[in-house]
């Protein structure tokens, strides 16, 4: 069997996990043959790491040219990690052509968009896969197998709270998700992978929304009301910045360096902007309520400016209750007093790449490593308690890699030709990411007219449980 022939659109620093794969562990797996991006720049520090793994230079596309690059380079599958806006219009031109595709979350920004890209999946000879990594950490994985066994019974509520800390929550406002129209803010990039994990606990489809949401930490108006004094546009080069918690010094980080710093002068993106400044249009503080066809409910909140990251979830059933805690990073360091050496990873959850920094973020994602008698340390739980029984902790596979050990089964599943066994129904498809997604849009409409949001006035076809179906094997 014959390596598969990739085609990469967008090479930012999310392309990396698969452009390293390919040159790397999964190198006979498949071959990349193409690049599409509007900057050279990018595109040639990709080049420089194939080239140095043994690998050929792939063709160079602009943006305006993939239709020209589908007819000339014939790729298997096309990897798409450019900016969220543009997911639905490369792949549904690759699913048109006949290409399998590999597409980063969300699937889209707009209901248009979704509608596009679901017409063209369901018609398309080639299959859409979508990347949603947190189904493989192990932590999410066993919590779905306690609701599938039926341990809690049939489940009857969710509640599912993620918080963001000031490193990482911060960095969605400085570059170009804090633009809503590009992004369809925090409820559409960032919460598609947790409604996705919800939608494939429990296999359900989300029927109604309502939600609130607004910008109450970042921006220039709330800096305005903290009394919050003048700031420079970006970081780089700004004088008195150093000790600036809220700060990107991306001089400090080779690959932010070389794909953003390095790379201004081809398309003028600045990855650096002040988190206070203006022109910022998602929201920050984020609460959901979404309705299931079942009748089962969920509540979900996010926060971008939490002094820790993790999340809690708690799942009712009609016979008991299971509860997941997770601390990915317990405190981010202050900077300002020079105690702390460099910056804490923009992600705790990420290893190396655009995530790591220096300092802080190399320690188990606790920024800077935990101190003795540490209340709160780098950990995960889950609980289950049946009614009338004790309660009990079940044990949760230890896994190394990043996202808690979900990239590396994700890549397994997505690049070996000879795809492992899927009993849990994690490899995640079109349909998934169209029911995810809706709950994002649902809810950024319900923000906006202030009603709740019949997720089928969308016109986004949710036709099956993301979870009720038999898994499939990619060609």
Same mark, same amino acid.
């Given at each position: 069997?014959?390596?598969?022939?990739?085609?990469?659109? +967008?090479?930012?620093?999310?392309?990396?996990?698969?452009?390293?794969?390919?040159? +790397?562990?999964?190198?006979?797996?498949? /071959?990349?043959?193409?690049?599409?991006?509007?900057?050279?720049?990018?595109?040639?520090?990709?080049?420089?790491?194939?080239?140095?793994?043994?690998? %050929?230079?792939?063709?160079?596309?602009?943006?305006?040219?993939?239709?020209?690059?589908?007819?000339?380079?014939?790729?298997?599958?096309?990897?798409?990690?450019?900016?969220?806006?543009?997911?639905?219009?490369?792949?549904?031109?690759?699913?048109?052509?006949?290409? $399998?595709?590999?597409?980063? &979350?969300?699937?889209?920004?707009?209901?248009? +968009?979704?509608?596009?890209?679901?017409?063209?999946? %369901?018609?398309?000879?080639?299959?859409?896969?979508?990347?949603?990594?947190?189904?493989?950490?192990? %932590?999410?994985?066993?919590?779905?197998?306690?609701?599938?066994?039926?341990?809690?019974? &049939?489940?009857?509520?969710?509640?599912?709270?993620?918080?963001?800390?000031?490193?990482?929550?911060?960095?969605?406002?400085?570059?170009?998700?804090?633009? &809503?129209?590009?992004?369809?803010?925090?409820?559409?990039? &960032?919460?598609?992978?947790?409604?996705?994990?919800?939608?494939?606990?429990?296999?359900?489809?989300?029927?109604?929304?309502?939600?609130?949401?607004?910008?109450?930490?970042?921006?220039?108006?709330?800096?305005?009301?903290?009394?919050?004094?003048?700031?420079?546009?970006?970081?780089?080069?700004?004088?008195?910045?150093?000790?600036?918690?809220?700060?990107?010094?991306?001089?400090?980080?080779?690959?932010?360096?070389?794909?953003?710093?390095?790379?201004?002068?081809?398309?003028?993106?600045?990855?650096?902007?002040?988190?206070?400044?203006?022109?910022?249009?998602?929201? $920050?503080?984020?609460?959901?309520?979404?309705?299931?066809?079942?009748?089962?409910?969920?509540?979900?909140?996010?926060?971008?400016?939490?002094?820790?990251?993790?999340?809690?979830?708690?799942?009712?059933?009609?016979?008991?209750?299971?509860?997941?805690?997770?601390?990915? %990073? +317990?405190?981010?360091?202050?900077?300002?007093?020079?105690?702390?050496?460099?910056?804490?990873?923009?992600?705790?959850?990420?290893?190396?790449?655009?995530?790591?920094?220096?300092?802080?973020?190399?320690?188990?994602?606790?920024?800077?490593?935990?101190?003795?008698?540490?209340?709160?340390?780098?950990?995960?739980?889950?609980?289950?308690?049946?009614?009338?029984?004790? /309660?009990?902790?079940?044990?949760?596979?230890?896994?190394?890699?990043?996202?808690?050990?979900?990239?590396?089964?994700?890549?397994?599943?997505?690049?070996?030709?000879?795809?492992?066994?899927?009993?849990?129904?994690?490899?995640?498809?079109?349909?998934?990411?169209?029911?995810?997604?809706?709950?994002?849009?649902?809810?950024?409409?319900?923000?906006?007219?202030?009603?709740?949001?019949?997720?089928?006035?969308?016109?986004?076809?949710?036709?099956?449980?993301?979870?009720?179906?038999?898994?499939?094997?990619?060609?």
């Amino acid at each position: 069997m014959s390596a598969r022939r990739y085609a990469v659109v +967008g090479t930012g620093a999310r392309a990396g996990l698969y452009i390293r794969a390919l040159a +790397g562990r999964y190198a006979a797996d498949g /071959t990349i043959v193409a690049w599409c991006d509007q900057n050279r720049v990018r595109m040639n520090y990709y080049d420089e790491i194939l080239t140095a793994a043994g690998r %050929r230079s792939p063709a160079q596309y602009r943006p305006d040219d993939f239709g020209r690059l589908l007819d000339s380079e014939r790729p298997d599958a096309v990897l798409v990690t450019s900016p969220d806006h543009t997911h639905p219009r490369y792949a549904a031109q690759a699913l048109r052509a006949g290409c $399998d595709v590999i597409l980063e &979350k969300p699937v889209a920004t707009s209901a248009a +968009g979704a509608r596009l890209l679901a017409d063209a999946a %369901r018609t398309s000879a080639g299959t859409l896969r979508v990347t949603f990594n947190y189904r493989y950490s192990p %932590r999410n994985s066993v919590l779905r197998r306690v609701i599938a066994d039926g341990i809690i019974g &049939k489940v009857t509520s969710v509640h599912f709270e993620w918080v963001l800390d000031t490193v990482h929550g911060a960095d969605y406002f400085r570059r170009w998700h804090r633009d &809503k129209t590009a992004s369809g803010g925090l409820l559409v990039h &960032k919460s598609s992978h947790h409604f996705d994990l919800v939608n494939w606990w429990i296999g359900d489809i989300p029927s109604t929304v309502y939600a609130r949401g607004a910008l109450r930490f970042y921006g220039a108006a709330s800096a305005r009301e903290r009394g919050l004094g003048a700031r420079p546009e970006r970081s780089l080069g700004a004088p008195g910045m150093t000790g600036d918690p809220f700060a990107l010094d991306l001089s400090a980080a080779p690959a932010l360096r070389r794909l953003y710093l390095e790379a201004e002068a081809e398309d003028g993106y600045v990855r650096d902007q002040d988190v206070f400044g203006p022109g910022i249009s998602i929201e $920050d503080n984020l609460a959901v309520l979404v309705g299931y066809r079942s009748g089962a409910l969920l509540t979900y909140s996010l926060n971008a400016h939490s002094p820790w990251e993790g999340y809690r979830v708690s799942v009712n059933g009609d016979a008991g209750r299971a509860e997941l805690e997770v601390v990915e %990073r +317990g405190q981010v360091r202050s900077v300002a007093d020079g105690s702390v050496s460099g910056r804490p990873a923009v992600d705790p959850m990420v290893s190396g790449g655009e995530g790591g920094q220096g300092g802080q973020g190399g320690q188990g994602g606790q920024g800077g490593g935990a101190d003795a008698g540490d209340l709160r340390p780098v950990s995960e739980r889950l609980l289950v308690q049946r009614h009338w029984e004790p /309660t009990r902790a079940v044990p949760i596979p230890q896994a190394a890699g990043a996202h808690a050990g979900g990239d590396e089964p994700l890549l397994d599943s997505l690049l070996r030709r000879d795809a492992p066994a899927d009993p849990l129904g994690q490899r995640a498809d079109y349909a998934d990411g169209l029911a995810s997604v809706a709950i994002g849009l649902a809810a950024n409409e319900s923000i906006a007219t202030g009603q709740v949001v019949d997720v089928s006035t969308l016109g986004i076809e949710l036709s099956r449980a993301p979870a009720a179906r038999t898994s499939r094997r990619r060609h």
